[in-house]
């Protein structure tokens, strides 16, 4: 995190294994969801007031991108249930104001988007220049429920000539393509999968069942998901060996310890703005000049 200590390239070593923009070859089992970056769990309360202070410096860069007006930033969010994706945005967000950000979740699609392209309600709501765009799931799920699920393609009704066994390669690269066409306009994309184990998963299922504050984010369907695990699994890797870019990178973040995958996306985004150069607009010799006229009217006013 930005102070004294911490160098932007001391951040850049640190997110370097997680971060793919190029994901030829890449192996999932090479990516273990327990690591922890070489911290410790006695670090954990270091770790988190690093995030602490990632939080506050993302808040003040928020700040920045909002009045420089140029830049917008999508984060992206994809993950087995119960790998963090709510808690992550969450404390990763907590900071900013939330003016400057809007979140989005894309659930199964509805009748009025099975009548479109797979992307017409996602570009619909990307975020304004300026501002921070949260995809929490995105078109990601068009290579990954989708595929996993094949009868959802069949309620897509595309026309048959056109579902080839190329399907998933060519979604994935429309989406690289896309991507790029944001990228090319001003849009900062970061792509965070958050790595979960199966058998965290379990645990947090198991401790959801037994807790009954928790009892509403219970779903039998997610359970049922589970029995697809492996599929899923060659799904992600296939779509990140395809969409992983310099324009768009992914992140792989560990996330069986829920104090270290905030940690990296907090420093992902941090670092990505860092690398932004945002400032204040400088105002011309006009503006101050109208700026002082202002405040010694206000200055002479009775009360
Ligand atoms: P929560 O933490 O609230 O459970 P969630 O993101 O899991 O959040 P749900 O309403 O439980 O939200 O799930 C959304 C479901 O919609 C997921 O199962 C997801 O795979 C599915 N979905 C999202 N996009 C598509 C799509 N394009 N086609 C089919 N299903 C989709
Ligand atoms: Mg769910």
Redesign the pocket.
Known sequence: MPEAMITPKQLRKFLAPYRITDGKGLRLKDHGPHDTGGLASQEKQKAKDLLARGVDWLADAQGRLYADDRWSVLLIFQAM?AAG??GTIKHVMSGVNPQGVQVV?????SAEELDHD?MWRCLKVLPERGRIGIF??SWY??V???RVHEA?LARQRIPAELVTRRIWAERCEDIVNIERYLARNGCLILKFFLNLSRGEQKKRFLERLDNPDKHW?F?T??AR?RGHWSAYMDAYESMIRRTATEHAPWYVVPADNKWFSRLVVAAAVVDALAGLDLRYPDVGPEKLKELAEAKRMLQQEED
Do not use: Q
């Open positions: 249930d994706k709510d979740s894309f659930k199964a699609p797979f929490n799931r799920e068009e990954l429920v989708v959802l984010k779903s369907a997610d998901e």
